[in-house]
């Protein structure tokens, strides 16, 4: 099992910045995919971002140029940089690896709240 966990989340101004932590319990960290999805209740989990084992990145619409998604495979950890937040931003994010198998592991989640 690849125990996965979110952190960095907390209450934030609009225009303001925060940074996302995901941090796996696995060696080879690099052979995995990682995204980024966000959920608010009673509404889809939606992707995000995405950032393969190659490096490769993809973002929702609604987050490019604004959030950032990188890795440092040293440290088995993902981050979300995430710029000019805005009220529509505010959700929980959950962090998802997959694995070159297909299977996906996913963190608790970590809260994301922009407000004034």
């Known amino acids: 099992q690849v125990q996965v966990v979110e952190s960095g989340g907390g209450l934030v101004q609009p225009g303001g910045s925060l940074r996302l932590s995901c941090a796996a319990s696995?060696?080879?960290?690099?052979?995995?995919?990682m995204a980024w999805y966000r959920q608010s209740p009673g509404k889809q989990r939606d992707l995000v971002a995405v950032?393969?084992?190659?490096?490769?990145?993809n973002y929702a619409a609604s987050v490019k140029d604004r959030f950032t998604i990188f890795r440092d495979n040293a440290e088995n950890t993902g981050f979300l940089q995430m710029n000019s937040l805005t009220p529509e931003d505010t959700a929980v994010y959950y962090c998802?690896?997959?694995?070159?198998?297909?299977?996906?592991?996913w963190g608790q989640g970590t809260q994301v709240t922009v407000s004034s």
């Open positions: 696995r060696s080879r960290f690099s052979s995995l995919a």
């Open positions: 998802n690896l997959i694995t070159a198998d297909g299977n996906s592991y």
């Open positions: 950032i393969t084992s190659g490096g490769r990145t």
